[in-house]
């Protein structure tokens, strides 16, 4: 889920953000897959769709309540072959979907 303006945290991202970002994230996944249960049962069953609701409202509330956290690396074997400023990743971001 693309960071905007509108987004409930928006501005700049600290650990701390990051951590409460994913939260968000989360929820936008729980939610995608709730409204979409009945497609996925038809191509797994009812107890897969229980377990993934049970791992997605965990991680969700471990995400908001400051006990799982995310670290974004970017490895390169060349020194300068990553910006050191991560504006590129946003202007992909910001695009719309198509």
């Given at each position: 889920m693309?960071?905007?303006?509108?987004?409930?945290?928006?501005?700049?991202?600290?650990?701390?953000?990051i951590l409460t970002d994913s939260g968000y994230t989360i929820r936008c996944w729980r939610t995608r897959f709730a409204v979409n249960r009945?497609?996925?049962?038809?191509?797994?069953?009812?107890?897969?769709?229980?377990?993934?609701?049970?791992?997605?409202?965990?991680?969700?509330?471990?995400?908001?309540?400051?006990s799982k956290m995310v670290f974004q690396v970017l490895l390169s074997p060349k020194r300068d072959a990553v910006p050191i400023v991560r504006d590129f990743m946003l202007g992909q971001a910001r695009?719309?979907?198509?």
């Open positions: 693309p960071i905007s303006e509108s987004h409930p945290i928006g501005g700049v991202k600290t650990p701390q953000r009945s497609a996925v049962l038809a191509l797994t069953d009812e107890r897969f769709c229980r377990m993934w609701e049970f791992y997605l409202s965990a991680v969700e509330l471990e995400f908001l309540h400051g695009q719309p979907a198509r």
